[in-house]
């Protein structure tokens, strides 16, 4: 599956920003998906998860209430709807696939996911 991210950009602090993921293939539904970043001199950290159908979804404490991640499963695309943007939330976005089912992953281990995307930079200004 190759997966492509979009969407990042600059934005002030309290704003808003959709990240896309679109994945090759026609076994997108598949695959619990999930969203992580890095920022500079730090270790990639978890963001969100969705299982297959879209119908269950996992966050970290720190984007809770503000960030939103969805699928559409017609599109082979996966969405994250950011708002509230902090500062603190600057960071290179990639959206992963989970190597086995949502229900049984370490959802917040990078070492969960066996595909990724290139990435997309958020930055927000203060």
């Known amino acids: 599956v190759r997966l492509v991210e979009s969407g990042g950009g600059l934005v002030q602090s309290g704003g808003s920003l959709r990240l896309s993921c679109a994945a090759s293939?026609?076994?997108?539904?598949?695959?619990?998906m999930g969203w992580f970043r890095q920022a500079p001199g730090k270790e990639r950290e978890f963001v969100a998860a969705?299982?297959?159908?879209?119908?269950?979804?996992n966050y970290a404490d720190s984007v809770k209430g503000r960030f939103t991640t969805s699928r559409d499963n017609a599109k082979n695309t996966l969405y994250l709807q950011m708002n509230s943007l902090k500062s603190e939330d600057t960071a290179v976005y990639y959206c992963?696939?989970?190597?086995?089912?949502?229900?049984?992953?370490?959802?917040?281990?990078?070492?969960?996911?066996?595909?990724w995307g290139q990435g997309t930079q958020v930055t927000v200004s203060s």
């Open positions: 992963a696939k989970y190597k086995g089912s949502y229900y049984s992953n370490a959802l917040n281990e990078v070492s969960s996911t066996d595909n």
């Open positions: 293939g026609r076994t997108f539904s598949s695959y619990a």
């Open positions: 969705i299982n297959r159908s879209g119908s269950s979804t």
